[in-house]
């Protein structure tokens, strides 16, 4: 299994809160900007390490020994200068996607199926998003990939409805195969809520690689089980807590920081 790590967003939401903290909370704001200013979102430091690094951890703690990270061209020199400082177990491989703004991106779809074309993977994937910070061990996700060999993501319950809607919305029956998948819905039909962190079969990879995707599609990573879970066997991989931190606004940072501290 390869692993196949989204890293090339601009992070504007969090840029935006920054900049609105510095009026609001100046004290705040010269706290935490060092951490957050001027930095890929997979490159916010959390407790003396980049997010991506985290990932990574988790990773080769799961027995992935060959990463590949989609990145841009605005940030990659500082996913360059990790790469080079960090002393893993894996294969780290960057690919620079090319764009320069948000306006420019690929989007996460795009940067997949790069990722997948450049290095001509054709074995399972393990694909995760670079702003995620998980906490739980994605090797008990491999290991449940592993007992049923089909396409998995994982999903965990959240209360708020509004929440739900900008997400992807998973249903699944008794035996986690899931049965309706359906990005940012308007009325959601459960509260289990999907992640960006999905295992695709070798075959699935096949067929992803096939598929074509318009300009509307391009961000929403969900789009590929939504667009599957109809044709092939997808299981969900079930926590009973929310399992990441998605890293997009302050409050998620702060939530964070605080979480890997008492860890």
């Not at 985290?54 to 605005?74: D, F, M, Q, S």
């Not at 620079?96 to 790069?114: A, F, K, Q, V």
């Amino acid at each position: 299994m390869e692993a196949i790590i989204l890293a090339a967003g601009y992070g504007m939401r969090l840029d935006n809160e920054l900049k609105s903290l510095k009026a609001s909370d100046p004290e705040k704001h010269s706290e935490i900007r060092p951490f957050l200013e001027g930095r890929a979102k997979p490159m916010i430091i959390i407790n003396g390490k980049p997010v991506i690094q985290y990932t990574v951890e988790n990773l080769e703690r799961a027995g992935i020994t060959r990463i590949v990270i989609v990145t841009n061209n605005r940030y990659f020199s500082q996913f360059d200068e990790w790469r080079d400082s960090y002393k893993g177990k894996s294969l780290i491989k960057l690919i620079n996607d090319g764009t320069n703004t948000n306006e420019s991106r690929l989007g996460s779809i795009h940067d997949l199926l790069l990722a997948l074309k450049k290095e001509n993977i054709s074995d399972d994937v393990i694909m995760v998003a670079g702003d995620n910070l998980f906490k739980f061990e994605i090797k008990d996700m491999i290991e449940s990939f592993n007992d049923v060999h089909t396409s998995m993501i994982a999903v965990y319950p959240e209360k708020d409805p509004e929440r739900i809607k900008k997400s992807a919305c998973v249903e699944f029956d008794e035996s986690n195969l899931v049965v309706n998948f359906e990005e940012k819905p308007k009325k959601p039909r459960s509260e289990w809520i999907c992640p960006a962190i999905h295992i695709y079969t070798a075959d699935t990879i096949r067929l992803i690689k096939e598929m074509k995707f318009d300009d509307s599609r391009k961000d929403l990573i969900g789009n590929i089980p939504m667009m599957l879970y109809d044709r092939i066997d997808i299981h969900a991989f079930v926590r009973k807590d929310k399992i990441r931190f998605d890293l997009g606004t302050i409050h998620d940072f702060d939530n964070a920081v605080e979480h890997f501290s008492r860890k």
